[in-house]
């Protein structure tokens, strides 16, 4: 079956520590996507790339970095330069970069620090 | 003001009742809207999709769009407990560069009561 993968499910960092977060689609989408959501806040754009060894960041890039070296492969790594780094991680793809496809999303993967 | 403004509940139902959910904004730029169902500790799961005024159909759920009063709506008839989740509005403009981001109201928390 096609879809998004994310893992792991559940991650938790300690302080001054990097970690990474996996997305990997097999949907043959030009275009990913990470989102940060927390409560009462809705979705919040951290990074896209709409085409592989091209990123961009969105609205709250800071504390956070991507590559886009793969495809299928669009990792979040949240570096210790992010204060407040607990948080619902979704990944997202879209067929066509600049296409008004929808978004379809992975199931996520939640951070807390220890 | 916001660009997108959802209710974020909680709203409560019967099993079976008529479930009417809404989001307005503020963007004219605007032109295609998505409906997002968030089951708790899941991604978001694409409902609907629909980019002209007026009404779409999918089984249960109807989407209605109407662009002249910068208003949409998800209905959900005979509503069931397996509806109870998060429902997320999202938009997005058409032209240029900025059809990649998708601009989100924060959710409505839906529960139907058997």
């Known amino acids: 079956d096609g879809g998004i993968t994310q893992s792991p499910k559940y991650l938790f960092r300690k302080e001054g520590q990097n970690v990474t977060l996996s997305c990997e689609q097999n949907?043959?989408?030009?275009?990913m996507y990470w989102y940060r959501q927390d409560p009462g806040q809705g979705l919040r754009l951290i990074y896209y790339?709409?085409?592989?060894?091209?990123?961009q960041k969105g609205d709250i890039a800071e504390g956070y970095s991507v590559s886009r070296e793969k495809k299928e492969s669009f990792p979040l790594t949240v570096t210790s330069a992010q204060k407040n780094p607990t948080a619902f991680y979704l990944c997202?793809?879209?067929?066509?970069?600049?296409?008004?496809?929808?978004?379809?999303f992975g199931d996520g993967t939640r951070l807390s620090i220890l | 003001q916001k660009e997108v403004e959802q209710d974020p509940g909680p709203l409560s139902v019967p099993e079976g009742a008529i479930v009417s959910l809404n989001c307005t904004y503020s963007?004219?730029?605007?032109?295609?809207f998505m409906w997002y169902r968030q089951y708790s500790r899941k991604g978001p799961e694409l409902l609907m999709y629909?980019?002209?005024?007026g009404n779409k159909e999918d089984g249960r759920f109807t989407a209605q769009v109407d662009k002249s009063s910068k208003y949409i709506s998800l209905f959900i008839r005979d509503s069931q407990p397996s509806d109870s989740a998060t429902y997320l509005c999202?938009?997005?403009?058409?032209?240029?560069?900025?059809?990649?981001?998708?601009?989100f109201g924060k959710g409505t928390l839906l529960t139907v009561n058997p």
């Open positions: 949907l043959n989408h030009d275009a």
């Open positions: 790339s709409q085409i592989v060894n091209d990123f």
């Open positions: 999202a938009m997005t403009e058409i032209s240029g560069g900025s059809n990649y981001k998708l601009t």
């Open positions: 997202a793809s879209k067929r066509g970069g600049r296409s008004n496809q929808p978004q379809h």
């Open positions: 629909t980019y002209s005024s």
């Open positions: 963007n004219s730029a605007f032109q295609y």
